[in-house]
């Protein structure tokens, strides 16, 4: 399983910005999919993640500006973030956990994306 992150780039403050992450691989199916951030000297932290019914949670300095959405036909996530703020700069990861099937069996397990840059001007 591969995650495949896009959409970083250089936004000015109070724009808006869209990240993708599409998932690839032989998925059955994904249950929690979302975005971690780090920046430099911090631990990743979580901005928003989606379960498989659709429900969501966000970093509270999200909440409001930022909306995760899913598609399940693509196994694709989307972070559409609003109003960007300085403080919203860093590398954003996608993460997925997802069931996978091997020759005879299935597994569980977490997977990364290789992170994309997002830099809020000021």
């Known amino acids: 399983v591969q995650l495949q992150a896009s959409g970083g780039g250089l936004v000015q403050a109070g724009g808006s910005h869209r990240l993708s992450c599409v998932a690839s691989?032989?998925?059955?199916?994904?249950?929690?999919v979302g975005w971690w951030r780090q920046v430099p000297g911090k631990q990743r932290e979580l901005v928003a993640e989606?379960?498989?019914?659709?429900?969501?949670r966000y970093k509270d300095s999200m909440k409001g500006r930022f909306t995760i959405s899913r598609s399940n036909a693509e196994n694709t996530v989307f972070l559409q973030m609003n109003s960007l703020r300085p403080g919203d700069t860093g590398v954003y990861y996608c993460?997925?956990?997802?069931?996978?099937?091997?020759?005879?069996?299935?597994?569980?397990?977490?997977?990364w994306g290789q992170g994309t840059q997002v830099t809020v001007s000021s």
């Open positions: 993460f997925a956990d997802v069931v996978s099937s091997t020759y005879k069996s299935r597994q569980r397990g977490e997977y």
């Open positions: 691989g032989p998925i059955v199916s994904i249950n929690r």
């Open positions: 989606i379960g498989n019914d659709g429900s969501t």
